[in-house]
């Protein structure tokens, strides 16, 4: 068994969801000689999260960030957590909602995603900055 671990930072984004597939990819070349493993990504952050999910048609990606928005409203009067800016708790309560990592399985060393599914990060922030992932696969 063989471990690979690897910090990246991804460029800032504007707030969305966005497909993050190729930059978690490219940084797994060390992998591709295993025949199985599995692959876990975590976002160091507690305003952004991450996803898989459809990765052709981009309407999808427009579409949650319509849900998300509407589930989790900025300015709710209730909110006690408020001096980092009105989308700060709502960006908490987002990302607690989507999940901070994902697992995807690892077949002839690449990630055995499905057809249509890409990996996305979940940005919850107007201005949230870059960030950092957290890279950790095991395989044979």
């Known amino acids: 068994m ?8 991804l460029r800032e984004r504007p707030r969305g969801f966005h497909l993050i597939t190729s930059e978690i990819a490219g940084c797994l070349s060390a992998i591709s000689h295993w025949k199985a493993g599995m692959c876990q990504v975590f976002i160091q ?3 952004a999260s991450l996803t898989v999910n459809e990765n052709a048609d981009p309407t999808v990606r427009i579409d949650f960030e319509t849900y998300f928005n509407k589930a989790v409203p900025e300015n709710d009067p209730d909110y006690r957590h408020d001096y980092e800016g009105s ?3 709502p960006a908490h309560l987002k990302s607690s909602l989507m999940g901070a990592s994902v697992s995807i399985p690892i077949q002839e060393g690449k990630l055995a995603l499905g057809t249509w599914q890409g990996v996305y ?6 201005h949230g900055g ?3 992932l957290m890279i950790t696969a095991w395989g044979t």
């Open 2 to 9: 063989e471990i690979f671990q690897r910090q990246i930072t």
């Open 45 to 47: 952050h507690t305003s």
């Open 87 to 89: 989308d700060d708790m």
């Open 121 to 126: 990060l979940c940005e919850h922030r107007n």
């Open 130 to 132: 870059r960030r950092r």
